[in-house]
């Protein structure tokens, strides 16, 4: 059962980095149209500039959960990869649980009132030419941190998993294979 969840997040966490790329993509189509028709026509929009931060803060917001999920956040590694995986594992719970996750709550429910405030007032850029709807890029915030927390969780989950498997020599060799799916 616990395997089962966190295939699913899993899952979810693969489907949200291809999402991402795509917005990556867009990003990177943004800045080529951006820059082409600075240098070569003279001619810049506000509002493109704009798209582009707006863009790339919902790259970095959401791939924090992508990179956790998918072991590539980082760590000091010169002690780390001595550990043994049943180490490895409580060093990862300990610090999602202590340290990511009240980090993650706190940014969480504390962005509401931030983007409440953006909605209520509706925010616009204050450059001319700027986009409207301020609050929209505001209110990726909460929803990063949300699934933030919920990859933490999964990731406990996930060491949970390999905690256990690593501790039976039949969770051994589910460890294995699980270990070669992932890579």
């Known amino acids: 059962m616990l395997l089962q969840v966190e295939h699913l997040f899993q899952r979810i966490s693969r489907l949200l980095g291809r999402l991402l790329a795509l917005v990556f993509l867009l990003m990177t189509v943004n800045i080529f149209y951006d820059v082409v028709m600075r240098y070569f026509f ?4 506000v509002a493109m500039q704009e798209m582009e ?5 919902i790259v970095i917001l959401f791939g924090v959960s992508v990179a956790l999920m998918e072991e590539g956040h980082v760590r000091v590694d010169f002690l780390y990869d001595r550990f043994s995986i049943r180490k490895k594992a409580v060093v990862n719970m300990i610090g999602t649980v202590f340290f990511l996750l009240p980090l993650a709550c706190l940014i969480f429910f ?5 983007v409440m405030d953006s909605y209520s007032m509706n925010e616009i850029s204050e450059n001319p030419g700027g986009l409207s709807y301020r609050w929209l890029i505001k209110a990726m915030i909460p929803l990063a941190f949300g699934i933030l927390i919920l990859s933490a969780i999964a990731y406990t989950l996930k060491n949970f998993n390999l905690y256990r498997q690593a501790g039976s020599s039949d969770g051994q060799k589910q460890l294995n294979v699980s270990l070669e799916e992932n890579q």
């Open 42 to 45: 003279h001619n810049s929009s």
């Open 110 to 114: 504390g962005s509401f009132g931030f």
């Open 53 to 57: 931060w707006h863009l790339f803060s």
